[in-house]
């Protein structure tokens, strides 16, 4: 049994531009996210998908949607989305994001921890094993879902992910492929 994966990252928010970490807030794409959606149906041409599942943050279906329109099945899934930084929903990243590796195991105030958001990603992973085993998916969601499935499916550590993440690499590139298996 084996899913193909490619991960795709919502395009830049408003929120990205001011420097804030949205986590479940739930903000709009800006113009430049609106342009990076567009231009990611130019680099994914060559791809076929079987299905697209979303976050069901707007900025991953709105993402989802311009890059590829109805051209596949889509499913918005609450478990792909960002990790909820409670308290620290929508503050300056400044503040945020020296908190997540911290934040592992123990939750962000009246939020969630890392692990917790790796046992909504097994629980999504384990939904669709059988219904899509075979198959090639699209996944447009977050941050801490894909760094979840470095974790889950490349046997990263925690610290491993984040030291590796593409965001401190200056590395985006149009999809990250995995396998569940």
């Given at each position: 049994m084996s899913v193909k994966i490619t991960?795709?990252?919502?395009?830049t928010t408003s929120d990205n531009e001011e420097n804030k970490s949205s986590g479940w807030n739930d903000v709009k794409l800006s113009d430049l996210g609106v342009q990076q959606s567009k231009?990611?149906?130019?680099?994914?041409?060559?791809?076929?998908f079987d299905a697209v599942f979303t976050s069901d943050l707007s900025r991953a279906i709105n993402s989802a949607d311009l890059t590829w329109g109805d051209k596949y099945p889509r499913f918005a899934d609450k478990r792909l989305r960002e990790c909820?930084?409670?308290?620290?929903?929508?503050?300056?990243?400044?503040?945020?994001?020296?908190?997540q590796e911290k934040s592992i195991t123990t939750p962000m105030p009246?939020?969630?921890?890392?692990e917790d958001v790796k046992a909504r990603i097994a629980d999504f992973l384990d939904s669709i094993k059988s219904k899509y085993d075979g198959k090639h998916i699209a996944i447009v969601a977050h941050k801490?879902?894909?760094l979840a499935l470095?974790?889950?499916?490349?046997?990263?550590?925690w610290?491993?992910?984040?030291?590796?993440?593409?965001?401190e690499q200056k590395a985006w590139k149009p999809g990250w492929e995995y396998e569940a298996k």
């Open positions: 991960y795709f990252v919502h395009g231009d990611l149906a130019v680099l994914t041409a060559d791809k076929t909820n930084y409670g308290d620290l929903n929508g503050k300056e990243s400044e503040i945020v994001e020296p908190m009246n939020g969630e921890s890392y801490a879902p894909q470095d974790v889950l499916l490349k046997g990263m550590s610290e491993e992910a984040f030291a590796n993440d593409w965001r």
